[in-house]
Structures are given as structure tokens and as C-alpha cells.
């Protein structure tokens, strides 16, 4: 009787890395944390280089005073600051995610969820799923309000301070846009994807919404986050590709900023 030669599972190059083999554990997590770091040493330098250059003429034309949190907000914070401190962090950190993950385990474009053109359904379905995502975080905020009192968000109370069009399109680029992209790339195309190939479906998309809540530093946002990063895990294993899942991130992260500039009374 012959024996059947057992040959190793591979991951198939033309669709996401779901499994059956799984990608190396260390690497993937040093990935990881390696990209948010970046993420916030970038801004963290972007912003000193522009605290310099956008405070040093508010000291000479008010000499000895010193700005309260307000004015800082509004000579340091501004759309364009903003634009220039976030996006080439969420940039890079999404750039180090494809490059290092291929390098790492060998990952495709396809395994990290971008095999395919992007389709009109992508939209539409991104586009529901990310008002669905919207209901979630307000269900959840409405309980922790309930149970510990109102807590204004430091991102929505810089962008409260911003006005006009302008300001809008460079806000909208920041926060929904290169977000929603980026994001979708480390913590779905890359961490879990990896989980999701070492433990059920269920767990895995709990685990990296928990690591997609913890990047944001945001404690009193951590349920909300936590709550959408697991729908959008859910989203990206249903429909096998990151196109609605970016859609979907952009579109939950536009609508608190369409919020906050032209019905800010709700905007939290």
C-alpha cells in the first residue's frame, strides 16, 4: 500500500491569511508594536518641531504671558498641525506593516487583504457597517455616561476649535480618511489575521479589538473602541478583503466629525 505524502499547509497567496498555517508569533507581535511606536514618536516629533515653529511667534507678540489650554489648542492644534503631526505617523506605520510583514513571514498583498480592486459593493457595505459601528460606540457611551458622568473626549474638543471648509477637508483627511485606512492595515490586515490563525474566530476578534483600543491610549474610550475594533475584525473575516473594512473605519470616523463641525451640541 502506498503512503499518502502529508504535505504542510500554506497560507493561499490569493486571499487572506486566515490560515491554515499560521505566520511566525514573535515576529508579527514585534510588527506590531514596533508600528504604533512609531505611529507616536512620529507625532510626538512632528509636534515638538511645530510647537517651535507655531509658538515662538505667539511668545514674541505676547512676551511673558503664558497661553492657557485654549490658545495653545488654537496656535498649535489646528487642522493643518493636526494634518502634518497625525497622517505621516499613521502613514508610515502602515507602510511598516506591508513592507516588515513580508519581509517577516511572507505575507502578499492578497494575505493582508488587498488582493482585489476595490468594488462598488465594498462601499456599501462599508458604508453600513460603519454607521452600524457608530450605533454601537453611542449605545456604549451612553451607558458609561449613565453610570460615571460625561467625559469630553480631548480629540473631539481639539476639533471643536476648528472652523470652515478648509479646516473640514484637512480634518476629514486626518482623522477618517488616513485613520481609517492605516489602521485597518496594522490591526486587521496584520494582528488579527494572526490571531484568528492561532485561536476561534470569537477570541481572536475580541483580542485585537482590545489591541486596537489600547494603541488609541484613550482609557475612557477603551469600551467603545474595543467594541468597534471587534465588529471590524468580524467585518474583515465575513467578506474575505479590507476594502469595506476602510470604508467602514472612515465612515465611523466621519460621522463623529460631521458631528462636531456642523451639529457640535451632540458631539462628545
Not at 459601528?133 to 451607558?143: C, D, F, H, K, R
Request: hydrophobic residues 55%; neutral net charge; contains cysteine.
Amino acid at each position: 500500500m502506498e503512503e499518502t505524502q502529508q504535505t504542510a499547509p500554506v497560507i493561499a497567496p490569493d486571499g487572506p491569511a486566515f490560515g491554515p498555517k499560521r505566520w511566525r508569533g514573535w515576529p508579527i507581535a514585534g510588527i506590531t508594536v514596533f508600528g504604533v511606536a512609531v505611529l507616536y514618536l512620529t507625532q510626538v516629533i512632528v509636534g515638538i518641531i511645530l510647537l517651535v515653529f507655531e509658538y515662538l511667534p505667539y511668545a514674541r507678540t505676547h512676551p511673558g504671558s503664558v497661553p492657557d489650554v485654549a490658545t495653545i489648542t488654537k496656535v498649535i492644534f489646528n487642522a493643518p498641525a493636526l494634518f502634518i503631526t497625525v497622517v505621516p505617523g499613521e502613514a508610515l506605520m502602515a507602510f511598516l506593516a506591508i513592507v516588515l510583514v513580508a519581509g517577516a513571514v511572507g505575507a502578499t498583498r492578497a494575505n493582508l487583504g488587498m488582493g482585489r480592486p476595490p468594488k462598488a459593493v465594498d462601499a456599501l457595505i462599508g458604508i453600513v457597517a460603519g454607521l452600524a459601528l457608530v450605533g454601537v460606540s453611542v449605545i456604549v457611551n451612553a451607558v458609561q455616561e449613565k453610570m460615571f458622568g460625561p467625559h469630553p473626549q480631548p480629540s473631539v474638543e481639539i476639533i471643536k476649535s476648528h472652523h470652515g471648509l478648509a479646516s473640514f477637508g484637512f480634518d476629514f483627511v486626518t482623522v477618517a480618511l488616513a485613520a481609517g485606512v492605516c489602521e485597518e492595515i496594522m490591526f486587521r490586515g496584520v494582528v488579527f489575521a494572526a490571531l484568528v490563525q492561532r485561536m476561534p474566530l470569537w477570541w481572536a476578534a475580541a483580542l485585537s479589538g482590545m489591541i486596537f483600543a489600547a494603541a488609541h491610549l484613550d482609557f475612557w474610550s477603551f469600551v467603545a473602541l474595543w467594541a468597534v475594533g471587534l465588529g471590524l475584525a468580524l467585518l474583515y473575516y465575513r467578506t474575505r478583503t479590507l476594502w469595506p473594512n476602510m470604508i467602514a473605519h472612515t465612515t465611523f470616523n466621519a460621522f463623529t466629525l460631521i458631528l462636531v463641525y456642523f451639529v457640535p451640541q451632540l458631539a462628545k
